[in-house]
Nanobody, 125 residues
Framework: QVQLVESGGGLVQAGGSLRLSCAASGRGFGGAAMGWFRQAPGKEREFVAAIDWIGSSTNYADTAKVRFTISRDNVKRSLYLQMNSLKPEDTAVYYC??????????????????WGQGTQVTVSA
């Protein structure tokens, strides 16, 4: 079982930056690929970015390419999402997710085995 706790969300003006963090604990973290998803009010949860266990392979949604960077520090058992040039349409609850080792990088919600509680990101115009 892997427990995930996000932090770093908040209110920022358009054009600003935020860095989200996700702290992992529990057994099962070793080898797990991880990702970030987000859910805006009235919309389905959507994929943002994902990274494999060793950090050599990343995958981004088109909306996140160029502006967002996913990274991880396995020693610290942490996942990060650097978000730059934020837009009002980036407003959402951002979730950290993990997929069991050996099952690939998660790009859909159904591929994720563990979820955090989410952190709110609000971008004002």
């Amino acid at each position: 079982q892997v427990q995930l706790v996000e932090s770093g969300g908040g209110l920022v003006q358009a054009g600003g930056s935020l860095r989200l963090s996700c702290a992992a604990s529990g057994r099962g973290f070793g080898g797990a690929a991880m990702g970030w998803f987000r859910q805006a009010p009235g919309k389905e949860r959507e994929f943002v970015a994902a990274i494999d266990w060793i950090g050599s392979s990343t995958n981004y949604a088109d909306t996140a390419k160029v502006r967002f960077t996913i990274s991880r520090d396995n020693v610290k058992r942490s996942l990060y999402l650097q978000m730059n040039s934020l837009k009002p349409e980036d407003t959402a609850v951002y979730y950290c997710a993990a997929r069991r080792a050996g099952t690939g990088v998660p790009t859909t919600t159904s591929q994720c085995d563990y979820w955090g509680q989410g952190t709110q990101v609000t971008v004002s115009a």
